[in-house]
């Protein structure tokens, strides 16, 4: 990670622990009127041209230990420290280093007080009394806490977070008279609304850092929102490619019904997809994960690397933050130039790269956000097929 003092600072900054995190808490910043470019982990920041948009960093630092993650974190805050809006994401089900992390967010930022509301309720995702649920199930009962990379310990930020005060639902308005002391602050929220409301409640919002997941990254682009930006609509995808990595159950019941589709191919190697005349091409980590899930991830990118040089594709569609960043970085990529947001916490744009690189449509969804009928959905949106 970069620091030199030549950084711009850009109008939101946005630092994230994978790569889906930072296309998500960028995408409503970008749906409000603001452009946005997200970098793969270890990109320069400066020379991003971002300076009047949003710059979301990847860092990477979900499949560090907590040392690595600390260092890498509090390098990238210092560095865009002079932000007007300092987002630091976090998980939705708390999965990661996410205490280490704020803490070296907060002292990298320079920042005296933190605002941490990590609830996303379109995806179920809500907190109360400082305890996180996802479908009115704690996160730590959930299948998160069965993730085979990343589980979830315990629900209960108070535990995460013990010198953190926790604010009410009810009472957001608490924050006026407790911003000036410094300190964390982890507000409940159950609705969008709830988190308007934290927004609104907080004067001075370049004073602040403010960590969430993408439903308070909606929350601040609304209230800095901006007149829409306008964008040539994306090139319609012949040959899309769909590459799922995440073993999440809800992504695993996406991929089966995208694979369901008539002529649908679906494998774990790219041979089997290179003569495929179909629109619907899928590549997978296996279904029974025997294998280390790093070496999972990086066969999948080199499987996508290897079908886009004999069998190319006009389009992907990447599930799981570590899928996207290996899939990404094996592509040639530096990041992706945000182009919308076409359903909560998935982001759409093109691919950034090398001046004579294709600028290849791609969409990247988190491993365990939307129904079962999602992919489905994003694959019909690049190729603007019905579904």
Known sequence: MHSAPSVSPPRVAVLADDLTSAGDGAAPFRRAGHPARVLLSGSPLDGHGQEDGVLAVDLGSRLLDE???????????????????????????????????????????????????????????????????????????????????????????????????????????????????????????????????????????????????????????????????????LPPSVRPLVAVG????????????????????????????????????????????????GELTRALAASVAALAGHAPFDGLVLTGGETAEAVLRALGAHGIDLHDEPEPGIARGTLAGPADAPRVPVVIKAGGFGDERTLVRLHALLTRVPS
Not at 123 to 145: H, K
Request: charge should be neutral; glycine fraction near 6%.
């Open 67 to 233: 040392a690595g993650a600390v260092a890498r974190t509090r390098a990238a805050a210092r560095a865009l420290a002079g932000a007007g809006l300092l987002l630091k994401t976090v998980d939705s089900t708390l999965r990661g280093h996410v205490a280490a992390e704020i803490r070296a967010a907060l002292e990298g930022s320079g920042r005296r007080a933190v605002v941490i509301a990590p609830a996303f309720p379109a995806e179920g995702r809500t907190t109360r009394d400082g305890v996180q649920y996802v479908r009115e199930v704690r996160v730590d009962e959930s299948e998160f806490a069965r993730d085979p990379a990343h589980p979830v310990r315990t629900a209960d930020l108070a535990r995460i977070l013990p010198e953190a005060v926790l604010v009410d639902a009810g009472r957001p308005d608490a924050l006026f008279e407790l911003l000036p002391e410094g300190g964390l602050f982890v507000c409940s929220a159950a609705t969008d609304a709830d988190l308007d409301r934290i927004v609104a409640a907080v004067p001075d919002h370049r004073a602040v850092l403010w960590v969430g997941s993408p439903g308070l990254a909606a929350a601040l682009a609304r209230h800095h929102a901006r007149t829409s930006a306008s964008s040539a609509e």
């Open 246 to 293: 995440s073993a999440n159950p809800a992504t695993r019941r996406q991929l089966a019904l995208l694979a369901a589709e008539p002529g649908a191919v679906s494998a774990v190697a790219a041979d089997p997809l290179r003569a495929a005349d179909t629109p619907v091409r899928i590549l997978h980590t296996p279904h029974e994960r025997r294998a280390d899930p």
